[in-house]
């Protein structure tokens, strides 16, 4: 295949976030790698991509895993060239009291989550760097900096991974790879319309996010005009991490 204008890997693309990401970055043009585990649901959005008039091809995916890593970018060489953009967004959330929270638990959130997005970064950035440079955008959460009760495993993976991003913009800048972190708050992936009023209101932008706004913010972040921004966390939760609330 002959190389694309430019190149994105899309890790957890198969649903909610990723499959917007995926599917919005294919629509401008990118050559896009659909990195997912669920087979069936990287294999459906790779040929929706397709379908739609883009290039995508799906690699079967395990962030836990190096060798799958590893393969993954490797495929991405084979079929485009070379990787202009990492999005690390595949995931997983575990909700359980810390009393009965086990350590196997704890480990898959955070082979998952921290892990995962380690390994992506590492390999991705051995291609770009003898491309001349590219863009890592991780997607951790603002529960990095808030929480709710049972979250300690999910809150830890993704406190990580904003630390993660300011180490590896610093070690990764001088191969002109900038590396940046989206903090999503609550990010609608269902049924929009099956929200209630006091859901919106909630937030001081007046509504609940969809998965475009995490899109328009990857666009920023990949777009390489923007070379000066590196190592930054953006927080699009429309407001909710600066609003005080008191019980009545």
């Known amino acids: 295949m002959s190389p694309m204008k430019q190149v994105a890997v899309v890790t957890g693309a198969g649903s909610g976030i990723g499959k917007a990401v995926s599917a919005d970055f294919a629509a401008r043009g990118y050559g896009v790698v659909v990195a997912e585990l669920d087979a069936e649901a990287g294999e459906r959005q790779a040929a929706a991509i397709r379908e739609a008039g883009g290039s995508a091809i799906f690699v079967r ?44 638990e704890w480990d898959d959130v955070l082979g998952t989550n921290l892990r995962g997005s380690f390994l992506c970064a590492r390999e991705a950035a051995k291609v770009m760097r003898r491309g001349g440079g590219g863009a890592i955008i991780q997607i951790a959460s603002t529960r990095a900096m808030m929480s709710e009760p049972h979250s300690e495993a999910y809150a830890a993976s993704k406190g990580g991974i904003v630390a993660l991003t300011h180490a590896l913009a610093v070690s990764l ?20 319309e099956a929200l209630r009023d006091v859901d919106h209101r909630q937030h001081p932008a007046g509504r609940v996010g969809t998965p475009e706004d995490v899109v328009r913010a990857c666009r920023y972040f990949a ?7 590196t190592g930054t966390n953006l927080a699009i939760d429309g407001g909710m991490t600066r609003k005080m609330i008191y019980e009545p």
């Open 173 to 192: 800048g001088p191969d002109g790879i900038r590396v940046n972190c989206i903090s999503p708050g609550w990010i609608e992936t269902g049924d929009y």
């Open 223 to 229: 777009d390489p005009g923007n070379d000066f921004v």
């Open 61 to 104: 995916t395990d962030v836990r895993r190096e060798p799958d890593v590893v393969r993954l970018m490797e495929a991405a060489v084979e079929a485009y060239g070379t990787i202009d953009v990492l999005i690390n967004n595949a995931g997983v959330s575990r909700w359980k009291p810390v009393y009965e929270l086990t350590a196997d």
